[in-house]
Structures are given as structure tokens and as C-alpha cells.
């Protein structure tokens, strides 16, 4: 519902400490139960635009405690990907960080990309090795002729 301007109503923060531009929509602030609602729809991957629709909530309150919501769960979202992919990421020179994450959980961006570094060199060396004994293969097979 729209309010008319009346000069009674100016431009302040609100119970979020919120400044905002929605001085003049008369929407009802969160309560706990609206914001163990929002939460709820935040987990069940809901974006915020189907939360207001549904539930009326106001889009600032819904925009910011949604944002905050991400940057709380941040570090499972990590930790889960970073889970998810550890087989194909393993081999014998990163067993320690390969350890690291099973024990203490996610690791920092650098002891990631370093993971991912040491499964690279062990497919170029064991590559080359490969390709080293194809090589040889191929030799004698050539000078047997």
C-alpha cells in the first residue's frame, strides 16, 4: 500500500538501520518468526524476489539478510565443493593437504589452487612417462625391422 507524501513522514533509517527509498510503502518490519521464515526460503534455495512475493517482506530487509545469508554459509558451500571433488584431485604429492581437508575442513584459496598445482604436475610427469615408454616401444619395434 502506497502512502501520500504528507511532510510527516521523512527520509530516516529504520528498525535494520536501513536508509532507504521506501518511505512510503507501508510494509511490515521482520519479526523472528518472518525472519526464521526467511532463512527457511533463503535455505530451500528460494531467491529473494519469490520470498517477497510470498511473503510480503520488505525488499531491502529481504535483499540484505539474504546477502548475509551466502556470506554465512559461505565457508559449507566451500568446504562441500571442495569435498565433492578431492578423489579426482588426489594423488601422492598432495596427500597432506588431501589429509588437511578431511580432518580440519576447507582449505584457503592458496593451499587449493596448490592442491590443484600438485595434480597437475603429477599428470604432466606421469604424461611424460608415458609417452617416454610408448616412445621406447615404438624404437624397437623400428629397429627390429
Do not use: W
Not at 6 to 35: C, M, V, W
Not at 95 to 120: A, D, H, T
Amino acid at each position: 500500500m502506497i502512502i501520500p507524501e504528507d511532510g510527516r513522514r521523512s527520509a530516516k533509517s529504520d528498525t535494520y538501520n536501513y536508509t532507504h527509498h521506501y518511505r512510503f510503502l507501508n510494509i511490515p518490519e521482520l519479526d523472528e518468526q518472518g525472519l526464521k521464515i526467511l532463512y527457511t526460503k533463503s535455505k530451500d534455495g528460494k531467491k529473494p524476489a519469490e520470498i517477497i512475493s510470498q511473503h510480503g517482506f520488505h525488499p531491502e530487509v529481504v535483499e540484505k539478510e539474504y546477502q548475509r545469508f551466502f556470506r554465512l554459509n559461505q565457508q559449507d558451500i566451500i568446504g562441500a565443493f571442495q569435498n565433492q571433488i578431492v578423489e579426482p584431485l588426489s594423488c601422492m604429492y598432495n596427500s597432506s593437504l588431501i589429509q588437511k581437508l578431511r580432518e580440519e575442513g576447507p582449505l584457503s584459496v592458496n593451499e587449493f589452487i596448490k592442491l590443484i598445482e600438485l595434480k597437475l604436475g603429477f599428470n604432466i610427469e606421469l604424461g611424460k612417462k608415458i609417452q617416454a615408454k610408448v616412445q621406447k616401444g615404438a624404437n624397437a619395434n623400428y629397429s627390429s625391422h
